[in-house]
Structures are given as structure tokens and as C-alpha cells.
């Protein structure tokens, strides 16, 4: 798996991680997300590197430009509801890719809280044959859901290219997802935190991006 750890290198992109975190700046939530927006549009610059494109020109009012565009057909499906804000950032930079959703969602098991399996209710996804599939997931914790949710999207085609997109990962996630991808699957991530609590959680993290961006949710 080629790996883009985004922070290895300084940029705007600390200022938007370390507010993320910011317990204080965290109560804000239109701020949460637009700060991951904004983390999602640098990924989608930084991953738009390594793709196809292909020779053009473009007419002026004063004559024409030779120019290189994107040709990769792209389908970006995130995981619900966390996903949405990253989503929208990775669409502001890719906004003629077609879009798929998932629900994917931690159930833990009754007499062992900190066992956990990822559940699958609602899926929506266009034909992936041959298309160059976004998985977009702020949180890479365990690395559970990225893989569930690749086999879930399986029965909808092959993709020629797949990119991984997290915010926030643990190497144990990392760990986990490149044993479950094929070494050509590329994986961006904004940065890297060393280690999970006993219920699965990234620490230091930033806590529940879901209920960060949306409110708080009523447990199953």
C-alpha cells in the first residue's frame, strides 16, 4: 500500500488539525466542519498529483491555451455520518465525480463492550467497473470499516484505482487496512497517532467525529 502521511510535511494543514482536537474549538461545530472540508479539499489537491490526465486546449478571447486535465472517472462514496463534511471537501475539488454513501456503524457486543462488529444498513453506488473509487472515512481506528465497507461496495464492480481518505489514523488501522487492500491502494491521511483505547478509539484522536459535526446520537 503506498501510504501519504500529509503532516510529515508543515503547512495549513497543522492549523486545521490541531482545532479538530481543540477541545475548546471543538464546541463549535460549524467550525468542526468546515475545518474538516478544509482538510478534505487539501487531500483532494495532494491526491490529485498522482493521477491521469490527459492533453487538451482551451479557447480564450484571445486565442488558445494548451493545457493537461483530469481524466480519471471518479465514483467517491464516504461512510455515514461523519464522512459528509469530509465528503464535501474531496467534491469541491472533484465535483464531476459520482458519488456513493454507506452506513456503517460500531455494534458492540452485549456482555463484551469493547468487542465490536461493523454493521452495513444503507447503501447507495453507482458502476464502479473499471472507475477509480474514493473511500473517504475521517477516522481510521481499528480499520474495520474501511475493509467491511469495500466488501459491501464488491457486487458493484471492479475499480481500475482505489484511494483511502482519513483525517486521523492509528497504526494499528493502518496496520489493518493494508493487509485487507491490495498494494496498489493508496492511502491519504492527514496524520498519524500511535495507539486505541480498550473501545476501539484513536488517543489522543479528537473524540466522536460524528456527534463532533452533528450532535450527539441515541445509542442502539
Not at 493545457?67 to 464516504?78: G, T
Not at 456503517?104 to 463492550?113: F, I, Q
Request: hydrophobic share 40%; glycine share 6%; proline share 3%.
Amino acid at each position: 500500500m503506498h501510504i501519504h502521511n500529509i503532516s510529515q510535511q508543515n503547512s495549513i494543514l497543522n492549523t486545521f488539525i490541531s482545532e479538530i482536537r481543540d477541545v475548546s474549538i471543538q464546541k463549535d461545530r460549524m467550525r468542526f466542519r468546515r475545518n474538516i472540508e478544509r482538510i478534505g479539499e487539501i487531500m483532494g489537491y495532494e491526491m490529485s498529483k498522482v493521477l491521469s490526465y490527459r492533453a487538451t486546449s482551451v479557447k480564450t478571447p484571445l486565442g488558445t491555451s494548451a493545457i493537461h486535465v483530469l481524466e480519471n472517472d471518479i465514483v467517491l462514496c464516504s461512510i455515514l455520518r461523519a464522512g459528509v463534511p469530509l465528503h464535501n471537501g474531496l467534491l469541491n475539488y472533484f465535483d464531476a465525480a459520482e458519488n456513493a454513501f454507506i452506513s456503517a456503524y460500531r455494534r458492540h457486543h452485549k456482555h463484551n463492550t469493547e468487542s465490536f462488529e461493523i454493521i452495513v444498513e444503507y447503501l447507495t453506488c453507482p458502476n464502479l467497473e473499471g472507475k477509480t473509487l474514493i473511500l473517504a472515512d475521517p477516522m481510521l481506528a481499528t480499520g474495520q470499516s474501511m475493509a467491511t465497507t469495500f466488501r459491501a461496495l464488491k457486487p458493484f464492480g471492479t475499480p481500475k484505482a482505489i484511494h483511502l481518505v482519513s483525517v486521523i489514523g492509528a497504526q494499528k488501522g493502518i496496520d489493518y487496512v493494508e493487509n485487507h487492500f491490495d498494494a496498489s491502494t493508496h492511502l491519504w491521511i492527514a496524520t498519524i497517532d500511535d495507539t486505541l483505547n480498550d473501545k476501539g478509539y484513536i488517543v489522543p484522536g479528537l473524540g466522536d467525529a460524528g456527534d463532533l459535526a452533528f450532535g450527539e446520537k441515541l445509542q442502539h
